[in-house]
Each structure stands twice: as structure tokens, then as C-alpha cells.
């Protein structure tokens, strides 16, 4: 090999920048060959995160807000945690009856309230892409047939806080969403199979057994903590649909993700909410009994996953 300033000199002269190999092997790993050449080193792609954007769809992601409804559900159905860069969630294979193990991933939201949830399932569909989400905790009854420690199946969510403010009042404009039809099939079919409402007797993590009922219905959604039996948003949800049983703060959001979610997938995207009543949502409301609300709502998803893995959403 001659040096640059010499190949001109030099007629037939091999010019050679780079590695030669005359026998064995060579294993070059970020590097180039030629005058000038440089290597850019691009981030490294997280390869679990990867591998799972190309493995099947996990057949239920669970979202729950506050501490006590994460760990009820890691209990109910034997997750684990896992960490995804900066992200928590809980994973696992439930045994069901009859049936191959369905794959579960929970996660919970950084915060209270619509936004965080509509975070919380995009994180779920970008890392794992569930079939079916189910929004899982505790809720605030106002219907006198449900009671603290009941839990409300919901395939239909109100969301009362679109509304236009007047002079003299609050004219609020509802806005109803449902869940995809084989998902209200599902619910159905559980409801048909241990009576509506069902009754449910369970054990607690502490060896307390307690029986509870499961209503299927719709429930309100929207931003406030309601601690008042005279509400005005909670007479405007009797009046817009007296068959509403409970509230929150969070269905809102996951109803109207999922909804939009579909014009980019082109798939309908299967959600369901199950919430276990900790209080009546009066003056009294406190968090005497979230823990217990919690665990049946969780349990009641435990219950329910054999109907929801058959839906081809």
C-alpha cells in the first residue's frame, strides 16, 4: 500500500484503506472503510420494547389511579411488576377454566383525573397493544340500589361536564359513549350466567369473606369529586338517565380514547368499566371502605375474564 501523495506514480498500485483478511475470520462491529468515512451511532432502540411491538396482542390491559385498586388487582390476578423505561406496569397469565391463560398488563395512572387515564392507554396500547381495557377501582354509588362494597359493570359512560355557562345557570350538554357491541355481549353473557344483579361472596387478602352484589349500568363521568346528595350534577344525571349508578372521574376519558383510537387502527377498541362502591357520594364520604371496594371490583374482573377473551373486537 503506497501512500496517498504516490498512487498517481505508481500504474496498477492496489490502494487500500480498510482491514484486509487473509484467512480466519474478521468480525467488525461500527466501522467503515474509505477516505473520510465516519460512523454515526444512532440511539439504541429498547429491545423489549421491540420485541413486543411485534409479538400478539396482550388480551387485557388494566388501568387503575390510586394505590389501593393497583394492589388489589396485582393480588386478584397475580401480576408482576415490570419496568419499560419509565413507565410501571404489572404483568402476568391468569389460568381461566377451560381455557389457554389470558395475558394481563395493568398500569397505573400518574394522576387523578380524564387526561392521565388517556395517557395511561396510550402507554398500554404503544408497549402492548390489549385487546380489551378495563378500568378497574373504586367509584361513588348514587343510585339507592347499589351499596358500599357493590360493584357497577359499565359498557356505557356519561360524561356530564360538556356545558355552555349562563347568566343565571349551567346548561349542561351529556355526552354518551358506548363500547364496542361484543363487548356489551360479554357482559351480558356474565350477567346471564350468575343472575343480575350477581351475587358474589369473596375473601379478602386478610382472610375476611364478605358477599356483595354486581350491577350491570351505566355510570357518570367527569372532573369532580362529588360530596353532595343534592348536587346539581347529580340531579342532572338522574334526569339524563336514571339508570346512572355511580360516578367517577376517569371512564370519561377512556371511552372517548378508545373511540378515537379506532380511526387510526381500524380496529374497534374493546374497553369495560368495574367499579366497587366506596361511598354514596354525600357529605360523609370518606376512605373507610376503598380498600374493600377495590378488591371486589378486582375480583370481579378475575371473574368476568373468560367472557372477555372470546371477544373479537
Same mark, same amino acid.
Given at each position: 500500500?503506497?501512500?496517498?501523495?504516490?498512487?498517481?506514480?505508481?500504474?496498477?498500485?492496489?490502494?487500500n484503506?480498510?482491514?484486509?483478511?487473509?484467512?480466519?475470520?474478521?468480525?467488525?462491529?461500527?466501522?467503515?472503510? &474509505?477516505r473520510n468515512?465516519?460512523?454515526?451511532?444512532?440511539?439504541? #432502540?429498547?429491545?423489549?420494547?421491540?420485541?413486543?411491538?411485534?409479538?400478539?396482542r396482550?388480551?387485557? &390491559?388494566?388501568?387503575?389511579?390510586?394505590?389501593?385498586?393497583?394492589? #388489589?388487582? /396485582?393480588?386478584?390476578?397475580g401480576?408482576?411488576?415490570?419496568?419499560v423505561?419509565?413507565?410501571?406496569?404489572?404483568?402476568? +397469565?391468569?389460568?381461566?377454566?377451560?381455557? /389457554?391463560?389470558?395475558?394481563?398488563?395493568?398500569?397505573?395512572?400518574?394522576?387523578? @383525573?380524564?387526561?392521565?387515564?388517556v395517557m395511561a392507554?396510550?402507554?398500554?396500547?404503544r408497549?402492548?397493544?390489549?385487546?380489551?381495557?378495563? %378500568?378497574?377501582? !373504586? @367509584?361513588?354509588?348514587?343510585?339507592?340500589?347499589?351499596?358500599?362494597?357493590?360493584?357497577v359493570v359499565a359498557?356505557?359512560?356519561?360524561y $356530564?361536564? %360538556?356545558?355552555?355557562e349562563?347568566p343565571?345557570?349551567t346548561?349542561?350538554?351529556?355526552?354518551?359513549?358506548? #363500547?364496542?357491541?361484543?363487548v356489551?355481549?360479554?357482559?351480558n353473557?356474565?350477567f346471564?350466567?350468575?343472575?343480575?344483579? #350477581? /351475587?358474589?361472596?369473596v375473601?379478602?387478602?386478610?382472610g375476611?369473606?364478605?358477599?356483595?352484589?354486581?350491577f350491570? &349500568?351505566l !355510570?357518570?363521568? &367527569?372532573?369532580?369529586?362529588?360530596?353532595d346528595?343534592?348536587s +346539581? =350534577?347529580?340531579?342532572?344525571?338522574? @334526569?339524563?338517565?336514571?339508570?346512572?349508578?355511580?360516578?367517577?372521574?376517569?371512564?370519561?376519558?377512556?371511552?372517548?380514547a378508545?373511540h378515537?383510537? *379506532?380511526?387510526?387502527? @381500524?380496529?374497534?377498541?374493546?374497553?369495560?368499566v368495574?367499579?366497587? =362502591? *366506596?361511598?354514596?357520594?354525600?357529605?360523609?364520604k370518606n376512605?373507610d371502605?376503598?380498600?374493600v371496594?377495590?378488591?371486589?371490583?378486582?375480583?370481579?374482573?378475575?371473574?368476568?375474564?373468560? $367472557?372477555?377473551?372470546?371477544?373479537d373486537?
Amino acid at each position: 500500500m503506497k501512500p496517498d501523495d504516490d498512487i498517481g506514480r505508481y500504474p496498477g498500485t492496489v490502494h487500500n484503506e480498510g482491514v484486509a483478511n487473509f484467512g480466519g475470520s474478521t468480525a467488525i462491529h461500527h466501522s467503515v472503510v &474509505g477516505r473520510n468515512a465516519t460512523v454515526n451511532m444512532a440511539p439504541q #432502540a429498547d429491545r423489549s420494547a421491540d420485541d413486543r411491538a411485534h409479538s400478539p396482542r396482550w388480551d387485557i &390491559g388494566v388501568i387503575t389511579i390510586i394505590g389501593v385498586e393497583t394492589n #388489589a388487582v /396485582r393480588v386478584a390476578l397475580g401480576l408482576r411488576p415490570e419496568r419499560v423505561g419509565g413507565l410501571s406496569f404489572d404483568l402476568g +397469565e391468569v389460568d381461566v377454566d377451560g381455557d /389457554r391463560p389470558v395475558r394481563v398488563v395493568a398500569t397505573r395512572t400518574l394522576a387523578q @383525573g380524564q387526561r392521565s387515564t388517556v395517557m395511561a392507554f396510550d402507554h398500554l396500547r404503544r408497549h402492548y397493544d390489549p385487546k380489551i381495557i378495563a %378500568l378497574v377501582g !373504586i @367509584g361513588g354509588g348514587i343510585n339507592r340500589k347499589v351499596a358500599v362494597g357493590d360493584v357497577v359493570v359499565a359498557t356505557r359512560v356519561v360524561y $356530564y361536564d %360538556l356545558r355552555k355557562e349562563l347568566p343565571l345557570h349551567t346548561q349542561r350538554r351529556g355526552e354518551e359513549k358506548e #363500547a364496542p357491541a361484543a363487548v356489551g355481549h360479554a357482559a351480558n353473557a356474565f350477567f346471564t350466567d350468575h343472575g343480575e344483579p #350477581a /351475587r358474589c361472596t369473596v375473601t379478602d387478602p386478610g382472610g375476611t369473606s364478605r358477599t356483595h352484589q354486581v350491577f350491570g &349500568g351505566l !355510570i357518570g363521568s &367527569g372532573d369532580a369529586v362529588i360530596a353532595d346528595h343534592g348536587s +346539581e =350534577i347529580v340531579s342532572y344525571l338522574a @334526569g339524563f338517565n336514571d339508570k346512572i349508578l355511580a360516578v367517577d372521574m376517569e371512564a370519561g376519558g377512556l371511552s372517548q380514547a378508545c373511540h378515537e383510537q *379506532s380511526a387510526t387502527s @381500524g380496529l374497534l377498541q374493546g374497553w369495560v368499566v368495574i367499579r366497587g =362502591i *366506596s361511598d354514596d357520594a354525600g357529605a360523609d364520604k370518606n376512605d373507610d371502605h376503598q380498600a374493600v371496594a377495590a378488591w371486589h371490583a378486582a375480583t370481579t374482573l378475575r371473574r368476568m375474564l373468560p $367472557y372477555l377473551i372470546t371477544l373479537d373486537t
